[in-house]
């Protein structure tokens, strides 16, 4: 273990890359052969507002590693946070860090940007894509980015979670980002297994649909327990699902990079089902 958690705490920023960049073409190839939708769309355009939308999260994420590294240093010499209450062994250290850093950094900041108007209008970037397949996963608004990597610097002081630890479950993130995102057919008995414990893909698609309430359901990154404990877990058929948001279906305007960048700072449009999002 003592090696394993050494290979992340010294992992190369192109081995990092190479998971993003690399995960998406893997995915968008395997997505092609088994598909859960048979979208009618031009793939390439589609990838490029995700992808350019990436490169300039990734570009903001470098800019602030800093604060997460000083973040990780200062509680290793404080020996502060939740996993220097106890003296555990490293496996479970790792294994509880790596869960505080997914309620914390993952799904907490994401319920919340459902449940808080302003924090919303950015975040509805990420649900406008209308075609759910892997490139969708990093398509968030850099305001947005803004807001997860706070919560990311909170996560990593409340838990104390050494830069290892951290690593590796931003590796991870990104992995089941792509595998939950990609337009992937999964038999519904493997998946419906897989998210007793873990977000499965089809059990995140849900959270894709363009009408409340499984709008603002499964919330989770990683872990599905979190839906579970917190009862925002919902199940439903994924084929039957629409993507998008209903106050954003003209693809005019989820398609166009500026248009995109804009939304956030225009009026907020409620939404056109019964249940209302924001009183």
Known sequence: MEHFIAFFEEIPTWFRAGLLYGGIVFFWF????????????????HALTNVLLTLINSFIALSLAFVLVKITEFTAEKQFGLLYIFDLPLWLNVILGVMMLDLVGAYFIHWTEHKVKWMWKFHLI??????????????????????????????????????????????????????????????DKIDKVISLILVSPNMHKIHHHYKLPLTDTNYGNIFSIWDRIFGTFRYVNARELVYGIDTHMDQKETQNMGELLKIPFTPYRPPSGEDAKFS
């Open 126 to 187: 990420h649900h406008t894509d209308m075609h759910v397949d892997v490139t969708t996963g990093l398509r968030h608004h850099p305001g947005e980015m803004l807001f997860r990597i706070s919560f990311t610097w909170l996560a990593a002081s409340v838990s104390g979670a050494g830069i290892g630890t951290i690593i590796l479950y931003q590796s991870l993130s990104v992995l089941f980002t792509h595998l939950t995102h990609a337009n992937l057919n999964i038999p």
């Open 30 to 45: 395997i997505e092609g052969w088994v598909p859960l939708h048979s979208f009618k769309y031009k793939k390439l355009g």
